[in-house]
C-alpha cells in the first residue's frame, strides 16, 4: 500500500466524463477510469474516481498529441465485467456521455503468472482474446494481485462456442528478464470457472538490432 495525496488541477483545459452503471447493489464508488494515449511523450495519462452514483469527470491538461486518446476501466471490479472495455475519443474541447455499464460475468478465467521457478510475477498485465475476432479484439485485460493472481470475467453475449487466447500483452510488459507468456484456453460457456496459470519463463540471453525504413528511424 502506498499513501500519497490527489491533487485536483488547478486549471484544466479539457475534461472527459461519464458514468458508471451497473446491476442492482453494485457498488459503483470508487471505481478508476482513465484517459490514456498511446506513445510515451509528456504525460500519458489522466484518472478520475467515480462518485456513489457511478459519476466521473477526468480532468486534463491542454496537451491532447496522441488523438484519439484510449477511455476505459482498467480494473472492473469483481465479480463484474465491463462494456465497453476502451472507448476512443477525440479530446478537442469537453467530452461528455462516456458512459461503461458492469456485467455480472458469465464464464469466468482465474490463475496465477508465475515464471519457470514457480515464483508468481506480481502487477503483471494478463488479457483474454477470442480467436474468432482478429484485430476486432473482443478481449479483456486485468493485472495480477500482489501475489500473482489474476480473475477474469467474460459477459454471456460474447460467449458463442469459439475457444480464447490467454497472453501477456507485449506492448506492457518489460521483456529483458522474462518471455511473455502466452497459451490457449478451451471453449468458454454460461457457467464455466477455468483455472489456468501463465507462464513467463526467465531469459538467459538476449537478441538486440535495430529498425529502419529507408535507412530512417520508424520513430516506434
Known amino acids: 500500500t502506498v499513501w500519497g495525496i490527489m491533487q ?47 459519476s466521473y469527470t477526468i480532468e486534463m491538461g491542454p496537451d491532447t498529441a496522441g488523438n484519439p486518446w484510449h477511455v ?6 469483481h465479480p463484474y465485467t465491463v462494456v465497453p472495455r476502451d472507448t476512443q475519443v477525440t479530446i478537442d474541447g469537453d467530452i461528455t456521455g462516456i458512459d ?14 508465475i515464471d519457470d521457478a514457480g515464483d508468481t510475477l506480481e502487477f503483471s498485465s494478463v488479457y483474454i482474446s477470442r480467436i474468432d475476432t482478429g484485430s476486432s479484439n473482443v478481449a479483456h485485460y486485468t493485472q495480477t494481485d500482489a501475489s500473482g493472481h489474476f480473475w477474469i470475467g467474460v459477459p454471456l453475449d ?5 475457444s480464447w487466447r490467454i497472453a501477456q500483452p507485449y506492448m506492457n510488459e518489460p521483456i529483458t528478464t522474462h518471455m511473455l507468456g502466452s497459451g490457449l ?12 496459470d501463465l507462464v513467463a519463463y526467465t531469459v538467459n540471453s538476449s537478441i538486440q538490432g535495430f529498425v529502419q525504413i529507408d535507412g530512417v528511424s520508424p520513430n516506434f
Open 72 to 77: 476505459g476501466m482498467n480494473e472492473p471490479p
Open 158 to 162: 460474447e460467449l458463442n462456442g469459439m
Open 8 to 54: 485536483p488541477l488547478a486549471a484544466p483545459a479539457f475534461s472527459v466524463s461519464g458514468t458508471v452503471s451497473g446491476p442492482p447493489g453494485a457498488d459503483l464508488a470508487y471505481i478508476a477510469i482513465e484517459a490514456r494515449r498511446d506513445g510515451n511523450a509528456g504525460v500519458s495519462f489522466w484518472d478520475a474516481l467515480t462518485d456513489s452514483l457511478g
Open 100 to 113: 461503461f455499464i458492469l456485467w455480472e460475468a458469465a464464464a469466468q478465467v482465474v490463475g496465477h503468472v
Open 185 to 196: 484456453l478451451p471453449v468458454l460457456t454460461d457457467g464455466d470457472s477455468v483455472v489456468h
